[in-house]
């Protein structure tokens, strides 16, 4: 039973593979996403401040894109570090880069990068639609979540 129990740890592969996939395809949409804002900004260079806003949101987007397919790579290494393979994390440039040595450590990290990425919504959306009253219920909901992450993740230590 206890061998049974011990070999399971490979149904993680599941989880290694579909959040490879999903950080390749993440990576491959960004570059197809930069590679026609490139095209659309140089045949029509943006005249007005409104048109350089909108390069500006267009722009955040693809970096919280980009934040996402980079946090689904530290999970895809670090579970794959974590479950399948014996090395040391020491051994792995990329998972001491984050401090990751346990699972509870990818929980931190995926905190931290759920806090970023907010954030980032929250420039997005003020650069879009400037100072209304949406845009402060988006802030105070977005502080609130931050708060309470920062909070989980100080007692987590």
Same mark, same amino acid.
């Given at each position: 039973?206890?061998?049974?129990?011990?070999?399971?740890?490979?149904?993680?592969?599941?989880?290694?593979?579909?959040?490879?996939?999903?950080?390749?395809?993440?990576?491959?949409?960004?570059?197809?996403?930069?590679?026609?804002?490139?095209?659309?900004?140089?045949?029509?260079?943006?005249?007005?401040?409104?048109?350089?806003?909108?390069?500006?949101?267009?722009?955040?987007?693809?970096?919280? %894109?980009? +934040?996402?397919?980079?946090?689904?790579?530290?999970? #895809? !290494?670090?579970?794959?570090? &974590?479950? *399948? @393979?014996? $090395?040391?994390?020491?051994?792995?440039?990329?998972?001491?880069?984050?401090?990751?040595?346990?699972?509870?450590?990818?929980?931190?990290?995926?905190?931290?990068?759920?806090?970023?990425?907010?954030?980032? %919504?929250? +420039?997005?959306?003020?650069?879009?639609?400037?100072? #209304? !009253?949406?845009?402060?219920? &988006?802030? *105070? @909901?977005? $502080?609130?979540?931050?708060?309470?992450?920062?909070?989980?993740?100080?007692?987590?230590?």
């Amino acid at each position: 039973m206890e061998r049974l129990f011990q070999n399971s740890r490979f149904l993680v592969i599941i989880a290694i593979i579909t959040t490879a996939i999903s950080s390749l395809l993440v990576y491959i949409a960004c570059v197809n996403i930069v590679f026609n804002v490139v095209k659309v900004t140089i045949t029509a260079l943006p005249d007005s401040a409104k048109g350089g806003k909108e390069l500006i949101v267009e722009l955040l987007k693809i970096l919280d %894109l980009l +934040l996402i397919g980079i946090t689904l790579q530290v999970i #895809t !290494i670090s579970l794959y570090r &974590l479950f *399948i @393979s014996p $090395a040391t994390n020491k051994s792995s440039q990329f998972l001491a880069a984050f401090h990751i040595e346990d699972f509870h450590d990818l929980k931190i990290t995926l905190v931290q990068v759920t806090s970023v990425i907010l954030v980032i %919504l929250f +420039l997005e959306h003020a650069v879009e639609f400037g100072g #209304t !009253i949406e845009t402060l219920y &988006l802030g *105070i @909901s977005i $502080a609130i979540v931050v708060a309470a992450s920062t909070f989980a993740w100080r007692s987590m230590k």
